[in-house]
C-alpha cells in the first residue's frame, strides 16, 4: 500500500501528558498537511508543509501544538499538557505540488489517528 | 465568516437509484471544488474535484457539477450500491492550499 500512513491509529492518554503522532506521506509528495476532525464535523485544517518549510498555520494551532517535517518526508504533530477539548480525530494528508504552478492539487488523506484525553 | 455548507445532512436513497448530495459555497475566492466520501472510522477518500473554469466533470459512476453563479455544488451518484453508504463531504480551496470542508451529508442506501 503506496497511500498515506498515520501512527498510531489509536491514543488514549491522560489529561496534562504530552503526546506525539506520525505521519508519513505518499512517496514523492512535497506537501503535507495536517487536519482535526471532532465527531460530526468535517475536518478542520491545523498546518501544511512544502518540503521541510511550514507555510501556514491555522488559528487552531495553539501554542500547545507543534509539527515538523524535518526532512521533507515524514512528518510529526506533537501535543503538549493535552486538555480533553484535544479528543479528536487527528488526519494527515499529502499532496504533489508542481513548482512553480498556482494551482490546487488533489489532497489525499491518511487513515488518521484518533486521540482520546480522559 | 464565509463556510461551506450542505443542504441536507442526511439523504436515504434505494439501491439502483441515483443519488444527487448537494453543497453551497459562498467564498468567491475558491478555484477549487472536491469530494471526499468518509467511511466510519477511516480518513476521507478522493471522489472528484473540479476547478473553477469548469462546470462538469465526470468519473466512473459519478459526476460533479458546479454553478458559479449561485454558488452551488453538487454531487450525483449513478446507480447507486450500499458500499456507497457513508459521509460526503464537500470542500472548497478559498484561494489557498488549506482546505475549507463543510459538515459533509450522510449517504444512506436502503436495499
Known amino acids: 500500500d503506496t497511500g498515506v500512513s498515520q501512527d498510531p491509529r489509536h491514543k488514549i492518554t491522560k489529561r496534562g501528558q504530552n503526546v506525539t503522532f506520525r505521519c508519513d506521506p505518499i512517496?514523492?509528495?512535497?506537501?503535507l498537511y495536517w487536519y482535526r476532525q471532532t465527531l460530526g464535523q468535517g475536518p478542520e485544517f491545523l498546518t501544511y508543509?512544502?518540503?521541510?518549510?511550514?507555510?501556514?498555520k491555522s488559528r487552531l494551532l495553539s501554542d500547545r501544538f507543534s509539527a515538523e517535517r524535518p526532512k521533507g518526508s515524514f512528518s510529526t504533530l506533537e501535543i503538549q499538557r493535552t486538555e480533553q477539548g484535544d479528543s479528536a480525530m487527528y488526519l494527515c494528508?499529502?499532496?504533489?505540488?508542481?513548482?512553480?504552478?498556482?494551482?490546487?492539487?488533489?489532497?489525499?488523506f491518511g487513515p488518521g489517528t484518533r486521540l482520546l484525553v480522559l | 465568516g464565509e463556510s461551506v455548507g450542505l443542504h441536507l445532512p442526511t439523504l436515504s436513497v434505494q439501491e439502483g437509484d441515483n443519488s444527487i448530495i448537494n453543497c453551497a459555497y459562498s467564498?468567491?475566492?475558491?478555484?477549487?471544488f472536491i469530494w471526499y466520501k468518509q467511511e466510519s472510522g477511516k480518513g476521507p477518500q478522493f471522489i472528484i474535484d473540479?476547478?473553477?473554469?469548469?462546470d462538469k466533470r465526470q468519473g466512473q459512476r459519478v459526476t460533479v457539477l458546479l454553478n458559479k453563479t449561485v454558488k452551488h455544488l453538487s454531487l450525483q451518484i449513478a446507480a447507486t450500491q450500499p458500499g456507497d453508504s457513508a459521509v460526503y463531504f464537500c470542500?472548497?480551496?478559498?484561494?489557498?492550499?488549506?482546505?475549507?470542508f463543510g459538515s459533509g451529508t450522510r449517504l444512506q442506501v436502503q436495499p
Open positions: 467564498n468567491s475566492a475558491s478555484d477549487y
Open positions: 508543509f512544502q518540503n521541510e518549510a511550514q507555510l501556514e
Open positions: 512517496s514523492e509528495h512535497n506537501r
Open positions: 470542500a472548497e480551496n478559498m484561494g489557498r492550499r488549506a482546505l475549507t
Open positions: 494528508a499529502s499532496s504533489r505540488g508542481l513548482a512553480g504552478a498556482t494551482t490546487q492539487e488533489t489532497q489525499y
Open positions: 473540479i476547478r473553477s473554469n469548469m
